[in-house]
C-alpha cells in the first residue's frame, strides 16, 4: 500500500512533465516552420538584390548573417511558442488571418506580400503549434507523434538553411557558369519562391483557423459564454483591421512594421483584460517577445523588401 501511495504520488509529477515536453515539440515545429519560411525568402531577396545594382548592401547583409544566429532563433523561437497558452495562440492566429487576408485584397502582387510573409513569423509558428495540438489532442501516442514531426521538421528547416547558405555564398560564381544544379534550377524558377510560399501559408492558416476556433470553443459552458467572448472579439478584430487598412500602403521602414505589432497586441491585451483569464495577460506579454523577436531576426530581409518598393 505505502507502494501504490508512492506511485500515485509522482503521477501529477509525471503528467505535468509530458505536457511540457509536448509543449516544447510543439514550438520546435512551429519554430523549424518559421525557420524554412525565413531560409527561402532569404534565398528569393538575396537573387532580387543581386540582380539590382542599388541593392548590394542588402545582399552583402544576408551574406554577412552569422551562421549561429539561425540555430539562436529556433531555440528562443521554440521556447516562446512553448510559454504560450492555446487561447493567446489561437487570438493570435485569427487575427493575423483577418489581417493578412485585408491586405491582400487589398494590395497588388509583389513586395508588399513578402513583406507581409516576414510579418506573419509568428503567427505562423502559434498557427503550427495550435493546428499540432488539435489534431493530437487525446491521441494515445500524441508525444511519439510530435517527436516524429519535430524530427521532420528540423530537416526540412536545416535544408532551406543549407539552401540559403548555399545561395549567399555560391550563386553569384555559379549562375553565369550553369554547372550547378540548385543555381540552374534558382535561376530559372527562384522568381516563384512567393508563390510557393503563399499557397503553403494559405494551407497552414486554414487549417490553424479551424483548430483555432475549436481551441476556444472548447472552454465555453454554454453558448451564452461563447457570445460573450466573440463579440467583443469580433469588434476588436474589426477595429484592428480599420486601423491597418488607415495606414498608407505605400509606407516602409521599421517604425510602422513595429508599431503594428505594438497595436495588435496592445488591442488582444485590452480585450483579454475584460474577457480573459490573467494568465492570458502573462501569455500576450510572451507573444509581444515573440513578434518583436522574429522581427529583430528578420530586419535584414526587411530592408531588401523595403528596397523592392523604392524599385
Known amino acids: 500500500p505505502s507502494g501504490m501511495f508512492s506511485l500515485w504520488s509522482w503521477l501529477p509529477g509525471l503528467t505535468w512533465g509530458w505536457a511540457l515536453l509536448d ?12 525557420s524554412v519560411l525565413c531560409s527561402l525568402l532569404k534565398v528569393y531577396l538575396y537573387i532580387q538584390c543581386l540582380n539590382d545594382p542599388e541593392g548590394q548592401a542588402e545582399k552583402e547583409a544576408m551574406r554577412a548573417q552569422r551562421r549561429v544566429l539561425e540555430p539562436l532563433h529556433v531555440l ?29 485584397l487589398s ?15 509568428y503567427s505562423l509558428g502559434c498557427g503550427v503549434s495550435c493546428g499540432l495540438s488539435f489534431l ?6 500524441g508525444t511519439c507523434n510530435l517527436a516524429l514531426a519535430a524530427g521532420l521538421a528540423g530537416l526540412l528547416a536545416c535544408g532551406a538553411r543549407r539552401l540559403a547558405r548555399h545561395v549567399c555564398t555560391l550563386y553569384e560564381l555559379h549562375s553565369p557558369a550553369q554547372y550547378c544544379g540548385v543555381c540552374i534550377l534558382l535561376l530559372s524558377t527562384g522568381h516563384r519562391i512567393p508563390r ?9 492558416f486554414t487549417v490553424a483557423d479551424l483548430a483555432a476556433v475549436a481551441l476556444i470553443n472548447r472552454d465555453f459552458l454554454s453558448t451564452g459564454e461563447a457570445v460573450r467572448f466573440w463579440t467583443p472579439l469580433t469588434i476588436c478584430y474589426t477595429l484592428l483591421i480599420v486601423y491597418m487598412q488607415e495606414e498608407p500602403q ?23 483584460l475584460t474577457v480573459g ?22 530586419r535584414v530581409l526587411l530592408e531588401a523588401c523595403w528596397r523592392q518598393v523604392r524599385w
Open 23 to 34: 509543449a516544447l515539440l510543439q514550438g520546435l515545429v512551429g519554430a523549424c516552420a518559421v
Open 76 to 104: 528562443v523561437l521554440t521556447g516562446l511558442l512553448a510559454l504560450v497558452g492555446s487561447r493567446v495562440a489561437a487570438l493570435v492566429v485569427l487575427e493575423f488571418s483577418l489581417r493578412a487576408v485585408s491586405t491582400l
Open 107 to 121: 494590395l497588388s502582387k509583389g513586395s508588399h506580400s513578402t513583406q507581409l510573409y516576414l510579418q506573419c513569423q
Open 136 to 141: 493530437l489532442e487525446g491521441a494515445p501516442h
Open 196 to 204: 510557393l510560399l503563399r499557397r503553403a501559408l494559405a494551407i497552414t
Open 250 to 272: 505605400q509606407s516602409s521602414g521599421r517604425r510602422p512594421v513595429f508599431q503594428t505589432v505594438l497595436v495588435r497586441m496592445g488591442g488582444l491585451f485590452i480585450l483579454l
Open 277 to 298: 483569464h490573467w494568465v492570458d495577460i502573462f501569455h500576450i506579454l510572451v507573444s509581444l517577445l515573440g513578434e518583436l523577436w522574429c522581427l529583430f531576426h528578420a
